[in-house]
């Protein structure tokens, strides 16, 4: 199963940026406006040090499917 993350991340001067999941999407495209979305929100308010961007990944199912062709005899 596909999804897509959206991820912020908020740097700081001395120390590696914190990232945190703010949400997870099935469209990937719906995900991009969403974060492009969240990218002017944090400019109006002159966040700087944000930024959010999108990961897409998979995830394996935890059901595994059994085929009587797998099984040996």
């Known amino acids: 199963m596909q999804t897509n993350l959206i991820v912020r ?3 700081y001067e001395n120390i590696s940026p ?8 099935k469209d ?5 406006d969403i974060a492009s979305k969240l990218n002017d929100i ?8 944000v ?3 999108v990961v897409s990944t998979e995830i394996p199912s935890l059901v595994k499917k059994i085929d009587d062709d797998d099984i040996p005899f």
């Open 51 to 53: 930024e959010y961007w």
């Open 9 to 11: 991340a908020k740097h």
């Open 18 to 25: 914190l990232i945190t999941i703010e949400m997870e999407m």
């Open 28 to 32: 990937y495209s719906e995900a991009e």
């Open 42 to 49: 944090a400019k109006a308010k002159e966040e700087t040090n």
